[in-house]
């Protein structure tokens, strides 16, 4: 990859290019999706449905972005086209959706820049070309055509060709800007994280706080009403929710539960065209024509999700953007929900699977997801799972799935009922004989053989009972890595300890995995060590690795190695190291899951990205 990148800078420097300019990459706006399992190399798979901002084009289609790329619905044909980093995009996570007169889409992503697509070509922004901050959480155009961006960095204006970024040095109340609006008179308005909202006319700033009458200091959104009120958004404060307020240039007005709106903590806020103000908050929808609410509850009403976008079009209807439920239309009457049929529970994947028929399991924050190449499945406690919080998961050779969580035990799904247990751990193994164990925070390791369990402590042999890592091999031995303390081998008779003075890394285990011959291979804070039975061999950054800290492991049937780290995924196949991050392909460098199919590819569940799969090139 290095030598990659020093041809791409000579070339840029042969043709009189900056190596610094934003990042380009043409893409076909309806490019076509391969059914099924992909071709070699880097595919992403996210979930769509969690959306925190909504913008109308020109032809009327709708944009939802969130932390599974963005999503562009024909409201009229019920169809949709996804784009993820596999398109252009500068990362699959966005807070922010616009659309400029010259309908080209930009979005603000979180850690990736901003980007630009025309219909044809992406283009990303990033610090290094002006960007005050590559955590874009807002996007506004200006009656001059100029975009401003709010970022964690401050708050920056683009007219096509320079940047100029401002910051609380420079008068605004802070650095992290959440919301912009564009007043009636043409002055700028940024929404800041605790620091209230700011005003900018081109020449002086003026920022107003909770003292003044603003509802509270972290402005969530501002909206502007036909008669030129301000209306501001205030989520929480110290996890109080502060409800809305309004400004209409001399005066404050604050609206809370009491006046008549459903929640407190309000996300978004939108006008419609008969000047009625909409609300988004986690309990759903609020309506106030300036003297009556309406409130429309998710229990009952237009969304069944805690609602972090609110839209209205031209026609009234109001568009909802929920986080798990995608979006949802409300005409005053009838919801209609508009779902991509991703089914990944959540962008937080804990734990991968592949069970022998080749089918995906997926340990999520919210719930089991199940991939069979085609169709995304997932299951939640509504479906009898024991808890939401999938921390591990694992198949046995007959495709019984075993799921575990920190607080809410275990959970066994034959193909039709998930079964819940009281009890189990965070995390699990299947052995050979069909047994599964359990490791658990503080409780110790148990076994269940399908009838009776059986639990093991400090007291019978075990290292540590804050037991991070279990792995079975062949014979039965049981191998346990531990919080702090080393890792445990248990033949079903004895127990033998192993801590880092002599053998491990790390005496903090976060993974383990037991190869085809045999050696057994730990995940630490210190980097991975593998054990033949005689020989222990530590590996670090020093000798390839991407990162020292090490949350997971896989070994392929050829015996290559697989690690996942917080800097990237890392393959060593006995002597070379190879190294990918999100330059290659992967949606996330934190990679806490990995699992290796039948067919060869890769997977991975990373921390805040999704899924991505690797099929290396035959």
């Known amino acids: ?163 100029t970024t401002y910051t609380r040095a420079d008068g605004l109340a802070r650095d992290t800007v959440d919301s912009i609006a564009v007043g009636s008179d043409g002055a700028m308005w940024f929404g800041t994280f605790g620091g209230g909202a700011s005003r900018f006319d081109g020449k002086a700033w003026t920022t107003y706080t909770t003292t003044d009458g603003l509802g509270g200091d972290a402005v969530a959104a501002i909206a502007v009403a036909p008669d030129g009120a301000l209306w501001f958004a205030a989520a929480t404060s110290q996890g109080t ?94 919801s209609t929900p508009y779902a991509t049929p991703d089914g990944l529970g959540s962008r937080w994947v804990y734990a991968m699977a592949v069970a022998p028929d080749g089918v995906v399991w997926c340990g999520t924050s919210s719930g089991a997801s199940r991939f069979d190449g085609k169709t995304w499945t997932t299951y939640t406690k509504a479906n009898g799972l024991a808890d939401d919080m999938v921390a591990d998961i694992a198949v046995a050779l007959d495709n019984t799935v075993w799921s575990g969580s920190y607080d809410g035990g275990t959970s066994r799904f034959d193909g039709k009922t998930w079964t819940p247990y009281g009890r189990g751990g965070s995390t699990l193994a299947v052995a050979p004989d069909g047994a599964v164990w359990f490791g658990s925070i503080r409780g110790g390791a148990s076994r269940f053989d399908g009838k009776a369990w059986t639990t093991y402590s400090e007291a019978d042999g075990l290292v540590d009972n804050s037991v991070t890592a279990i792995a079975v091999a062949s014979d039965g031995t049981v191998w346990f890595g531990t919080y702090d303390s080393g890792a445990s081998r248990f033949d079903g008779q004895a127990w033998t300890t ?28 210190g980097g991975v060590s593998r054990f033949d039975g005689e020989e222990w061999t530590s590996y670090t950054t020093a000798d390839g690795l991407a990162s020292d800290w090490v949350l997971a492991i896989a070994v392929a049937s050829d015996g290559t190695v697989w690690l996942g780290t917080d800097g990237g995924a890392s393959r060593f196949d006995g002597e070379t190291w190879i190294t990918y991050t999100e330059g290659d392909g992967l949606t996330d460098n934190y990679v806490q899951g990995i699992a290796v199919a039948p067919d060869g590819a890769v997977w991975f569940g990373t921390h805040g990205g999704g899924v991505s799969r690797f099929l290396p090139p035959r």
């Not at 076509?32 to 959306?51: C, D, E, I, Q």
């Not at 000047?275 to 929808?285: K, Y």
């Open 1 to 163: 990859m290095k030598r990659i990148a020093i041809l791409l800078l000579a070339a840029a420097l042969l043709v009189g290019c900056s190596p610094f300019a934003p990042r380009v990459r043409p893409t076909s706006q309806a490019r076509p999706k391969p059914s099924g399992f992909p071709y070699p190399g880097w595919t992403t798979y996210t979930t769509a449905n969690l959306v925190y901002d909504l913008a109308f084009d020109a032809s009327g289609g709708l944009w939802a972005v969130g932390d599974g790329g963005a999503v562009r619905w024909d409201v009229q044909r019920g169809t949709y086209d996804k784009y993820t980093v596999d398109d252009g995009l500068g990362s699959n996570i966005l807070r922010a959706v616009a659309v400029t007169p010259d309908a080209a889409v930009w979005f603000g992503t979180w850690e990736g820049g901003v980007s630009r697509f025309d219909g044809k070509t992406w283009t990303t922004y990033m610090t290094s070309d002006g960007l005050a901050g590559n955590s874009v959480n807002a996007i506004a155009v200006a009656p001059d055509g100029a975009l401003w961006f709010g970022t964690d960095g401050g708050v920056s204006r683009f007219d096509g060709k320079a940047w």
């Open 241 to 334: 929710p502060m409800g809305a307020s309004s400004f209409d240039g001399e005066s404050w007005s604050r609206y809370t539960r009491d006046d008549g709106l459903l929640d407190g903590s309000v996300h978004d806020i939108a006008i419609a065209p008969d000047g009625a103000v909409w609300f988004a908050s986690n309990e759903g929808a609020s309506r106030f024509d300036g003297k009556t609410w309406t409130t429309y509850p998710t229990a009952s009403g237009p969304a069944p999700k805690p609602v972090h976008a609110i839209a209205v079009d031209q026609d009234g209807d109001v568009w909802l953007g929920t986080y798990g439920d995608g979006v949802t239309r409300f005409d005053g009457e009838i």
């Open 498 to 525: 192993y801590k880092e003075a002599r053998t491990l890394a790390s005496n903090s285990v976060k993974a383990i995995a037991v190869a085809p011959d045999g050696a057994v291979w730990f995940g630490t804070e």
